[in-house]
C-alpha cells in the first residue's frame, strides 16, 4: 500500500485538487483503515489484545470509499460513471475522433499509389491526426505539414478539410478535461472535511502494520522477549543480518562489566561484539530480537562504538589517530547505563604503547561500570582479566586441526592469535617461521602453550561429552526396545493362553462326543456287558474330561504333548499300558490295550517308561 502524506499534506491546502492517480491510492487507504478498525475491534474482545484497544480509532465514513471506487479506477483513471456530464463529453470525443479517421482513410484511400507512402495508415503528430504522403504530392493534397520522415521523402499532413474537424475534436477532448478536473476538485471537496477522520486512520494503520512486522520478524528469527533491566544474559543469540548464524551465550555476572574477546583473524570477534549491540538496540526498539529463553538486557541509556577503520586524508586522520579521537569521545560520555563496543582496541600504532592505552582504557571503562566489549590480538592485554575486578576474557573457539573458525564464544578463557600457524599452513618457509618463533618473548611463548593445553584440554573434555551423549542415546534405544520386547512378551503370553483355552475347549467337546459314543455303545451291548463293566467304562471317560479341565501349569498354560510313533508303549491317565497303533490325522492317538481300541489325545499318554508310581489296573 503507498504511503498517503504527501496526499493528506495537499488535502490541507484549502482549493487544491488531488490527481486520479492520488486518489486512487485514498481508496486503497480508506479500505484498509475499515478492515483494519474491524480487526482491532474483533481483537479487542480478547484479553491479550487489550493493548491493541488503544490503536483503534473509528474509520471514515463507508460512503467515501464507495465514491471513489464509482469514480476512480485502480490504476489511476477518473471513470465515466464519475459524472453525467463527463460520460457525454467522452462520447461527444470519441464521434469526433471517429469522424476524423472516417475522413482521412477516405481522402488517403482516394489517393494515387504514387502519391501515399508505403504501409500508409491514419495517424497522430503532435495531438493531431495526420496521413503519410510522398513529398511529391504535397501540393496537390495541401493542409498543414506536421512532421516529415528522416529522409523528408515522406511528410505527414493534415489535410484542409480535416482541420474544422480537428478543432472540434480538440474542443471536445478540452470539455471533456474540464469535466476531468471539475470531478478531481469536487472528490477532493468532499475528503476535506474527513482529513482528521483519515490522518488518525492512517497513523492506526501505519502502528499496526508496525506491530504486524514486529510479529513476523520474531516469528521468522525464533526470537524471544528477554527480561529487561537485568544485567547481560544472552542466550542462544544470533546475529542478526546473518542467513546462518551460530548462536552464542553470554552472561556477565553483577561484577563483571568487560568482556575482552581475543583469538585469531576470520574467527568472529567483530561479528559478535556487533551481534550484542544489534540485539541491545532492537530489543529498546521494542523488537523481539533473534535471541533464545530466559534471556535478560539492561537498559542502556548511550551506546558508544568504535568499529572499522575510521582513517581520513581529508581530515589528517591515520588509523591510530581515528581511533584516539573515537576513545576521547567515548571517555567523555561513558558511564553507568552505557554500552561501549571496541574492535581491534590498541592496534594502529607499537604494541607496547597501544596495549598500555587499551588497558588504561579498559580499566577506567569497567570503574565507571559501563558494559565495554572489546576485541584485541595483544598478548599483554590477555592478562589484564586477571589483575583487575570486573574484567574477563573471552575468546570463539578455533580448530587448531583445521586452522578453521567454529565461532563458538568461550567465556573466561582467552584465545591463542594462531598468527605463525596459519602462516606455516599458508606455506611460509620454514627458516622465516623458526626464527620468527625465536623472536616471539618467553612470556608470550608460555602463555600460548598454556593455552594450548586448556584448548586441548577442553576438547577432550568436549570429546567425552559427545561420547557420553551417544552412550546415553543408545542406553534410551536399548530401553525402548527392552519395552518393546516385554510387550511383545506380554502378547505373546496372552496368545499362548488363549490357544491353550481353545485347545481344552476341543479336547472337552472331543471326549463329550466319546461319552456319548460310549453311552451309545453300552445301551445297545447292555444285555452282553456286566453293569459293573459299564460303570467301569464311565468313569474312565469321566475321568478324562476332568482332567482335561483342570489339569494346568502353574503359569496357566497346558504341559507340551508329547510325540509319538507307531509301536511306542503308552500309559493312559489310568496307569492302563498300551501300544500306538494309529496316529490320526487331527492329532488324537489310537492306542490298543488288549483287545480295546482307545482314542486319546497325546497329552494325556506318556510313555510306558516314566515311572509314576500308580500300579497298573488288572
Excluded at 550 to 574: C, M, N, Y
Aim: aromatic share 2%; with cysteine.
Amino acid at each position: 500500500m503507498a504511503d498517503i502524506t504527501k496526499s493528506l499534506e495537499l488535502l490541507a491546502v484549502p482549493g487544491s485538487a488531488l490527481e486520479a492517480a492520488a486518489l486512487a491510492e485514498l481508496t486503497i487507504a480508506l479500505a484498509a483503515m475499515r478492515v483494519v478498525a474491524a480487526d482491532l475491534k474483533r481483537l479487542g474482545t480478547t484479553h491479550d489484545a487489550r493493548r491493541t484497544i488503544s490503536l483503534r480509532v473509528d474509520p471514515p465514513p463507508k460512503e467515501l470509499e464507495t465514491r471513489l471506487v464509482q469514480s476512480i479506477s485502480p490504476d489511476g483513471q477518473v471513470l465515466d460513471g464519475a459524472s453525467r456530464e463527463l460520460a457525454r463529453a467522452r462520447q461527444r470525443v470519441r464521434e469526433a475522433r471517429q469522424r476524423v479517421i472516417d475522413r482521412l482513410g477516405a481522402i488517403l484511400g482516394s489517393l494515387d499509389q504514387s502519391e501515399r507512402a508505403p504501409d500508409a495508415a491514419v495517424t497522430i503528430r503532435g495531438g493531431r491526426y495526420v496521413i503519410p504522403i510522398r513529398n511529391t504530392a504535397r501540393a496537390r493534397v495541401g493542409g498543414i505539414v506536421h512532421d516529415e520522415s528522416a529522409t523528408r521523402s515522406t511528410v505527414f499532413v493534415e489535410p484542409p478539410e480535416i482541420i474544422e474537424l480537428g478543432n472540434e475534436l480538440r474542443a471536445a477532448e478540452s470539455a471533456e478535461q474540464r469535466e476531468v478536473l471539475r470531478v478531481l476538485r469536487e472528490l477532493t471537496d468532499l475528503l476535506r472535511p474527513h482529513m482528521t477522520t483519515i490522518a488518525a486512520a492512517w497513523e492506526m494503520c501505519v502502528a499496526f502494520d508496525d506491530l504486524c512486522a514486529r510479529a513476523r520478524y520474531a516469528v521468522e528469527v525464533n526470537g524471544f522477549v528477554p527480561e529487561i533491566g537485568g544485567h547481560v544474559k544472552i542466550r542462544g543469540g544470533r546475529h542478526p543480518l546473518l542467513d546462518h548464524p551460530v548462536p552464542f551465550d553470554l552472561e556477565l555476572f553483577p561484577d563483571e562489566f568487560t568482556v575482552l574477546v581475543s583469538g585469531p583473524n576470520t574467527g568472529g570477534k567483530t561479528v559478535l561484539i556487533k551481534a550484542v549491540g544489534l540485539l541491545a538496540l532492537l530489543a529498546q526498539s521494542g523488537v523481539i530480537p533473534p535471541i533464545g529463553p530466559h534471556s535478560s538486557l539492561p537498559v542502556f541509556m548511550r551506546v558508544f562504538a568504535d568499529i572499522g577503520d575510521r582513517q581520513s586524508i581529508a581530515a589528517s586522520l591515520s588509523t591510530f589517530s581515528a581511533h584516539v579521537a573515537a576513545l576521547r569521545e567515548i571517555l567523555d560520555g561513558a558511564g553507568p547505563g552505557s554500552l561501549v563496543l571496541l574492535d581491534e582496541i590498541g592496534s594502529g600504532t607499537d604494541p607496547a604503547e597501544g596495549g598500555a592505552l587499551a588497558a588504561a582504557t579498559l580499566k577506567t571503562l569497567t570503574r565507571r561500570r559501563a558494559i565495554t566489549l572489546a576485541t584485541t590480538h595483544l598478548g599483554a592485554l590477555k592478562q589484564l582479566a586477571a589483575e583487575t575486578v570486573g574484567i574477563v576474557n573471552a575468546s570463539l573457539q578455533f580448530d587448531a586441526e583445521t586452522l578453521t573458525p567454529t565461532y563458538r564464544l568461550l567465556k573466561g578463557v582467552p584465545g591463542r592469535s594462531y598468527g605463525l600457524a596459519i602462516a606455516r599452513r599458508l606455506g611460509l618457509a620454514n627458516d622465516v617461521l623458526a626464527e620468527a618463533e625465536r623472536a616471539v618473548p618467553d612470556a608470550e611463548r608460555t602463555l600460548d602453550r598454556l593455552l594450548a593445553s586448556v584448548e586441548a584440554r577442553g576438547r577432550d573434555i568436549d570429546a567425552r561429552a559427545a561420547e557420553l551423549e551417544t552412550q546415553a542415546a543408545q542406553l534410551d534405544v536399548e530401553r525402548q526396545n527392552l519395552a518393546d520386547l516385554e510387550e511383545l512378551e506380554a502378547q505373546l503370553r496372552a496368545r499362548e493362553k488363549a490357544l491353550d483355552k481353545d485347545a481344552r475347549e476341543r479336547a472337552r467337546a472331543y471326549l463329550l462326543e466319546a461319552r456319548k459314543t460310549v453311552e451309545t455303545a453300552l445301551a445297545q451291548a447292555r444285555a452282553a456287558v456286566t453293569e459293573a463293566t459299564a460303570r467301569e467304562a464311565r468313569r474312565i471317560v469321566e475321568e478324562a474330561i476332568e482332567r482335561t479341565t483342570s489339569a494346568r501349569r502353574h503359569d496357566g498354560t497346558l504341559s507340551s504333548a508329547p510325540e509319538f510313533k507307531i509301536g511306542d508303549r503308552v500309559r493312559t491317565g489310568q496307569g492302563k499300558v498300551g501300544v500306538v497303533a494309529e496316529l490320526r490325522s487331527d492329532g488324537r492317538v489310537v492306542v490298543e490295550i488288549g483287545a480295546v481300541r482307545l482314542v486319546i489325545a497325546p497329552e494325556l499318554l506318556e510313555r510306558a517308561d516314566v515311572a509314576t508310581g500308580r500300579r497298573e489296573t488288572p
